[in-house]
Each structure stands twice: as structure tokens, then as C-alpha cells.
């Protein structure tokens, strides 16, 4: 069975600094697609970032950069430069065949100023 | 980026009542709807995958008759709680995948969620 794990509750970051956010996962199946989203206090679910199994580079999108270790399943986040706006819920997601997105349990990043 | 939404946002109800929350893909054709479950400080739970014109697949130990999912068109699919009771007070969120535009990447697409309250 897929599975995603979070081991991280919760995280704190300096304001303007960097952080990673930790993501692995389990899956026999050699084509899967890793998300990252963002939920702020609103609830609504932010895209991030993909990483398709078979890309050869890490993806990046502006701030935010996934770090894809395949032989290790892992596909932390690292967001550089952090700022108050940034603090939220975090979750790592890995579709399955049908599409279907199965969550971590998420991390709970805060930025101090 | 593609458009979901989801009406309404908030809604308090009376226990034994029925409540039926909406999702529209509004700018593309969702072949496949997910409805998700979130309590406070928790991770999303897929309770059905809801796949135009046919019966919604739902997840293990998620009740069909009290989740009533309803995908009629291509862009409307309905979550209908039945009976509802304060238990089944949370966060309910749909996502909806474009089927048209080939999108290998980002092409599942949430609405803004929709919080029950049961009194």
C-alpha cells in the first residue's frame, strides 16, 4: 500500500531564513506523482510544488525547491527566505493510479519575526 | 489555474438534518471529483472518488448511505451528509481533476472547502 509520512508536527523558522520540510513515502508503483500544498488558516489548499517519479531534476518554483532523493523516498520541501506569510500547514501528497492524492499527516510551520 | 468551487462555505444545521454541499469546476470539465475529510490539525482523508455519469467509489469505512455523492454533469458534483449528527462535524473539501487538457502535473484542483457544523 502507498504511504506518506510527515514525521514533523510542527516547525520553527527565523524570518528570511531557509527551512526544510521533511517528506517520505512508500509506494511499489515506479510512475507516482509528489505534491506539496499549503494550507493557511483559511483552509483553502495551496498547489506548491510536483515532482513526477521519473524527472531527472529537482522541481523548483520560485521560493520553493523539492528535494527528491528516490533511492531514499524521500521529497523534503525547502522554502528559502522565509516570511510571516509563509506560516501554515504543510502537506506532502502522493497520487495514486486513478488519481486519487493520499496526504501526510502535514507540519505546522511558524516564522518568527 | 483552473477554478473550483465550492458553495456553501459555511453551513450550521440541526442534528437529524440533511446537508448538501456543492463542487463546480468553473472553467474546465471535471471528469473525476475527490471528496476529502479534514478535522482540526489533520491531514486530508479521501472519502469517494466521484467519477462523472457513474457511482462514486468510496473509500473504506466511509458510509454511502450517509455520504451521498452525486456527479451528474462534468462540472457539478454534490456531497450530500444525511442525518447529520455532531460527530460529523469537519472540513469538507472536494478536489476536481481536469480530464480535457492532458495536464500531467498540477491537475488536481481544490475548492475553497466547505466547514459543517452540527448542532
Known amino acids: 500500500a502507498q504511504k506518506i509520512t510527515q514525521t514533523q508536527p510542527g516547525m520553527f523558522v527565523q524570518e528570511k531564513e531557509a527551512v526544510t520540510l521533511d517528506c517520505t513515502y512508500d509506494?511499489?508503483?515506479?510512475?507516482?506523482?509528489l505534491f506539496w500544498y499549503k494550507q493557511p488558516s483559511s483552509g483553502e489548499m495551496i498547489f506548491l510544488i510536483y515532482?513526477?517519479?521519473?524527472?531527472?531534476q529537482n522541481a523548483t518554483e520560485g521560493r520553493y525547491s523539492l528535494n527528491f532523493q528516490k533511492a531514499r523516498k524521500s521529497a523534503n520541501l525547502v522554502i528559502s527566505a522565509s516570511h510571516l506569510g509563509d506560516s501554515a500547514m504543510y502537506f506532502c501528497a502522493m497520487r495514486e493510479p486513478g488519481g486519487k492524492l493520499i496526504f501526510g499527516q502535514g507540519t505546522e510551520l511558524s516564522v518568527k519575526p | 489555474g483552473a477554478v473550483v468551487s465550492q458553495h456553501p462555505s459555511r453551513v450550521i444545521c440541526k442534528s437529524g438534518t440533511s446537508v448538501k454541499i456543492e463542487c463546480r469546476s468553473l472553467d474546465f470539465q471535471a471528469t473525476t471529483m475527490f471528496w476529502y475529510r479534514q478535522f482540526p490539525k489533520k491531514s486530508l482523508m479521501l472519502m469517494a472518488t466521484?467519477?462523472?455519469?457513474?457511482?462514486?467509489?468510496?473509500e473504506q469505512g466511509v458510509e454511502k448511505d450517509k455520504f451521498l455523492i452525486n456527479h451528474a454533469s462534468l462540472t457539478l458534483s454534490t456531497l450530500t451528509v444525511t442525518s447529520a449528527h455532531p460527530e460529523d462535524s469537519s472540513f469538507y473539501i472536494c478536489?476536481?481533476?481536469?480530464?480535457?487538457?492532458?495536464?500531467?502535473?498540477?491537475?488536481?484542483?481544490f475548492g475553497p472547502g466547505t466547514r459543517l457544523t452540527v448542532l
Open positions: 478536489s476536481a481533476r481536469d480530464g480535457t487538457s492532458g495536464r500531467a502535473n498540477n491537475e488536481q484542483f
Open positions: 509506494t511499489s508503483d515506479p510512475s507516482y506523482g
Open positions: 515532482q513526477g517519479s521519473y524527472d531527472q
Open positions: 466521484s467519477n462523472e455519469g457513474s457511482k462514486a467509489t468510496y
